[in-house]
């Protein structure tokens, strides 16, 4: 007996390792070999292929078909995809069945209206049209094509022309449910439709309105200076017109509601108010704001009360810079539209601000400093101009 062992093949004996095909190649390359065996073509070869019978016996089985049978095959499919709820593949079988040339109108006509109500479903509102018109123009009496023509004229908001299709079709038809039920729905849309065009117009009238006479109320009050900067998207704006709240006009007393912001910059804070009557001064609207501590302040001692804060207002020439930013301090006794009147006060972005500084404390003298340095730099600057 050998006392040889068995002969272990090596990893290089074995040659090179084979990669593993995944499962989608495998697929893949299984579905293009397919497409080589006539039975499984998808799509048949171009040219004459004298070595393949197969391909050649299936040419000439395709070719044989006559087209109007080819037509209502793709018709029938078209109707089961239909039926299915894949209007899209429906509606490519009627539309490669329209393609076959044959002198059956009434299948024609069938293609026609079954696309129009794929393209229906789908939302494609002007084909829709288009192949109930071709309908119409081969058999102008069709009811169906008529139907699904006034269905597409209300989703195109074409109201009269929906009408006139029903009327048509039930000179057609006299006794089809459907077609009433869908005249009355477009007179009733078309109503509804105009109605609210009209309580637009209205309404856009109205603004116009208001708009002008408020325009004319600002314009009046010629000492009150905007900045520049628009925030609005409307065409022709005026400085104080933005896309957020703006100022009002009351028609009663004729005066300017303005919409103001109070500022807190040590906490960073602000309140908002939406209608500031230019004839209430700042204390009386003070007294509301501050009526009780702000949310954020000490509740126990707070420092932001009416007897214990100094108002100012923010300002700088029209275009400028930050650091051309001036502090004024405010009489709160004063009217908000004479404190807007005031020559130093700028109105940006069609909303009044102001700042609302604790007295005797450590903030505000920063803050004030602050403001005092911007103003000593902006003198020493103009000194040196002038000098040179």
Request: hydrophobic letters at 35%; proline letters at 5%; charged letters at 35%.
């Given at each position: 007996m050998s006392s040889e062992k068995p002969h272990e093949q090596t990893s290089a004996a074995m040659g090179p390792e084979v990669p593993r095909v995944g499962t989608a190649e495998r697929i893949e390359k299984l579905e293009k070999e397919l497409e080589n065996i006539p039975l499984f073509m998808t799509e048949l070869p171009e040219g004459n292929d004298e070595n393949n019978v197969a391909v050649e016996a299936l040419k000439t089985?395709?070719?044989?078909?006559?087209?109007?049978?080819?037509?209502?095959?793709?018709?029938?499919?078209?109707?089961?995809?239909?039926?299915?709820?894949?209007?899209?593949?429906?509606?490519?079988?009627?539309?490669?069945?329209?393609?076959?040339?044959?002198?059956?109108?009434?299948?024609?006509?069938?293609?026609?209206?079954?696309?129009?109500a794929a393209n229906l479903e789908l939302q494609n509102y002007g084909q829709v049209l288009?192949?109930?018109?071709?309908?119409?123009?081969?058999?102008?009496?069709?009811?169906?094509?008529?139907?699904r023509a006034?269905?597409?004229?209300?989703?195109?908001?074409?109201?009269?022309?929906?009408?006139?299709?029903?009327?048509?079709?039930?000179?057609?038809?006299?006794?089809?449910?459907?077609?009433?039920?869908?005249?009355?729905?477009?007179?009733?849309?078309?109503?509804?439709?105009?109605?609210?065009?009209?309580?637009?117009?209205?309404?856009?009238?109205?603004?116009?309105?208001?708009?002008?006479?408020?325009?004319?109320?600002?314009?009046?009050?010629?000492?009150?200076?905007?900045?520049?900067?628009?925030?609005?998207?409307?065409?022709?704006?005026?400085?104080?017109?933005?896309?957020?709240?703006?100022?009002?006009?009351?028609?009663?007393?004729?005066?300017?509601?303005?919409?103001?912001?109070?500022?807190?910059?040590?906490t960073k804070e602000s309140d908002y108010v939406q209608k500031f009557d230019e004839a209430v001064s700042l204390y009386d609207m003070l007294t509301q704001v501050l009526y009780e501590p702000p949310y954020w302040d000490n509740q126990q001692r707070p420092k932001y009360t009416l007897d214990n804060v100094d108002t100012y207002f923010l300002t700088r020439p029209v275009g400028g810079k930050d650091q051309d930013e001036r502090l004024i301090k405010v009489d709160i006794d004063a009217p908000l539209g004479t404190v807007l009147d005031s020559p130093d006060y700028i109105i940006r972005n069609g909303i009044p601000s102001f700042v609302l500084l604790p007295r005797n404390d450590p903030f505000t003298r920063q803050f004030i400093a602050h403001y005092n340095k911007l103003s000593m730099t902006r003198k020493a600057a103009t000194s040196i101009k002038t000098s040179s």
């Open positions: 089985l395709v070719s044989d078909e006559p087209p109007e049978t080819m037509a209502e095959t793709l018709k029938s499919e078209g109707n089961l995809c239909f039926k299915r709820g894949q209007l899209g593949e429906a509606a490519k079988y009627y539309s490669t069945a329209l393609d076959y040339d044959h002198d059956n109108k009434e299948l024609q006509v069938t293609l026609f209206i079954n696309r129009a288009r192949d109930c018109s071709e309908a119409l123009r081969l058999k102008p009496k069709t009811p169906k094509a008529l139907f006034a269905k597409a004229c209300i989703a195109l908001e074409k109201f009269e022309e929906a009408i006139e299709c029903c009327k048509w079709g039930l000179g057609i038809d006299p006794d089809n449910k459907e077609m009433a039920k869908l005249q009355k729905q477009a007179q009733r849309t078309k109503e509804n439709y105009e109605r609210k065009i009209k309580e637009h117009e209205t309404r856009e009238k109205e603004k116009a309105t208001k708009r002008a006479i408020l325009r004319q109320a600002v314009l009046i009050r010629n000492k009150l200076t905007f900045d520049s900067p628009q925030n609005s998207s409307k065409k022709n704006a005026c400085p104080w017109e933005t896309d957020a709240d703006q100022v009002e006009l009351d028609l009663e007393t004729g005066h300017l509601l303005w919409p103001v912001v109070f500022l807190y910059p040590e």
